[in-house]
């Protein structure tokens, strides 16, 4: 008995070719569409369609010893292909400014590719740094400008583009409250508060709000304050 196998369309892509494979090389393989092309006449021929469509094929095979001979048909889906051509163009936004060691918000959002294709990305931050997600956050140690540079790439090719971020010089640091103590002072008796070991990296001129615990309050760096009652008291200082 002949092998009833159809023929199995090659899957649909750029360039759209139908493959039929046969197991048997004694059978003669036939597509139907020119019987005196000579290459159609093979186990495994290959046909290129011109355009996207669903075409019947027909598998025609002869036994060269009795002479005769049996046929199938299937069909060949050629869908269209996704073209691959165009560079992807890369968009790093900016420019930017930020302090030293503070978090930027870098973004690709610009970024496009001709064809609609999903994009891979590659940071390089300029400071010896990279990453790989599309809106990265970064933080520039030292002040500076630098050139960061985004790269995207579709699979088939890519682009890339700079941009500037101006890192600005180390931010001061925040300003701690001090209220000094712990303290110790006899009921009646005048108790010194010291705020002057707060620290104060503007160099401003600062306020105190003293808060003793006992329903009172005062300003300045040094209040004088006076307990009328035992006991142990939380003082707090603002400025």
């Known amino acids: 008995m002949l092998p009833q196998q159809l023929p199995v369309p090659h899957p649909p892509g750029l360039p759209a070719v139908g493959r039929f494979a046969e197991s048997k090389a004694e059978y ?44 199938a048909s299937s069909s060949a889906i050629i869908a269209a292909g996704v073209a691959t051509t165009g560079t992807p163009t890369a968009n790093p936004g900016g420019p930017y400014t930020v302090a030293a060691n503070s978090p930027i918000a870098l973004t690709s959002v610009g970024s496009s590719d001709p064809n609609n294709l999903p994009l891979t990305y590659v940071w390089g931050f300029g400071d010896g740094n990279s990453g790989t997600t599309p809106n990265p956050t970064h933080t520039y140690k030292t002040a500076g400008s630098y050139s960061p ?15 500037v971020v101006s890192v600005t010089g180390t931010p001061l640091a925040a300003m701690v409250a001090s209220a000094g103590g712990p303290y110790t002072v006899a009921v009646n008796q005048p108790v010194t508060l010291d705020g002057s070991g707060t620290t104060n990296p503007s160099g401003r001129q600062l306020l105190y709000t003293w808060d003793f615990g006992d329903g009172t309050s005062a300003s300045g760096v040094k209040p004088i304050h006076f307990y009328t ?11």
């Open 229 to 239: 009652k035992s006991g142990t008291y939380t003082v707090n200082v603002s400025v």
């Open 149 to 163: 540079v985004l790269t995207v790439s579709n699979g088939a090719s890519q682009g890339s583009a700079s941009t």
């Open 28 to 71: 003669e393989k036939v597509l139907g569409i020119d019987p005196d092309d000579p290459t159609t006449h093979r186990p495994t021929p290959v046909h290129t369609y011109t355009a996207a469509a669903t075409y019947p094929v027909t598998l025609t095979v002869q036994s060269t010893t009795t002479g005769t001979t049996a046929s």
